[in-house]
């Protein structure tokens, strides 16, 4: 399951597809950036960073791409599972203070 | 692991009164945060704490807010007369180095209800 153009606010995916989280950032001098999960009650959950001098990083199931041309991050899940279901937010690092966050995408998926 | 952790979990309170929502960073971190999420939106950055100064604000953070450390483990955040609108969750979030290649470890939160 993809979440297509920018950003969709909700993706749907079938238990073991892949999943794939768009976000687009807004400042093209932002160097970091975080993808977080939130789960129903809970805060923002760390997944996994990029800095702004790489184009892709790999953690467990999960992978980061960033094309700075376009301002565009994507996060992919490999093998989704139903403990994957959450709220995903894109973060990008403004000037070291704060962290700017995008409109998030709840993830639901099927079984 | 060590995490932050925030109390209370939930608060209610009246318009008007004033509220201190408390959080303990994880020990060896340095930087700490306040950000607000309203109820299905996106989550705001209100304010960023370093060396017991804040270091940036957002317009949100008005003279109705404040942000203490009183001691070397509380970060605290204070609302002096509440309103209907700082209904919210609040998060507290701590980093632990100066680079911006180390992510904030967020707590689970304060759900503040206004009457």
């Known amino acids: 399951g993809e979440s297509v153009g920018l950003h969709l606010p909700t993706l749907s995916v079938q238990e073991g597809d892949n999943s794939i989280i768009n976000c687009a950032y807004s400042?093209?001098?932002?160097?970091?950036f975080i993808w977080y999960k939130q789960e129903s009650g809970k805060g923002p959950q760390f997944i996994i960073d990029?800095?702004?001098?790489?184009d892709k990083r790999q953690g467990q199931r999960v992978t980061v791409l960033l094309n700075k041309t376009v301002k565009h991050l994507s996060l992919q899940i490999a093998a989704t599972q139903p403990g994957d279901s959450a709220v995903y937010f894109c973060?990008?690092?403004?000037?070291?203070?704060?962290?700017?966050f995008g409109a998030g995408t709840t993830v639901t998926v099927r079984a | 692991e060590p995490e932050v952790t925030q109390t209370p979990s939930h608060q209610v309170t009246q318009m008007g009164q004033e509220v201190i929502l408390r959080c303990v960073p994880i020990?060896?971190?340095?930087?700490f945060y306040w950000y607000r999420q309203i109820l299905g939106q996106k989550v705001e950055f209100l304010v960023s704490?370093?060396?017991?100064?804040?270091?940036?604000k957002s317009e949100i953070f008005d003279d109705q807010f404040s942000v203490e450390r009183p001691d070397g483990s509380n970060f605290t955040l204070k609302i002096r007369s509440t309103k209907l609108e700082d209904s919210a969750m609040y998060f507290c979030?701590?980093?632990?180095?100066?680079?911006?290649?180390?992510?904030?470890?967020f707590g689970d939160g304060t759900r503040l209800s206004i009457l």
């Open positions: 979030a701590s980093r632990k180095g100066a680079q911006g290649n180390q992510p904030q470890h």
């Open positions: 400042n093209s001098a932002s160097d970091y």
């Open positions: 990029i800095r702004s001098n790489m």
């Open positions: 973060a990008e690092n403004i000037n070291d203070y704060k962290l700017s």
């Open positions: 020990s060896n971190h340095l930087y």
């Open positions: 704490f370093y060396n017991n100064e804040i270091s940036e």
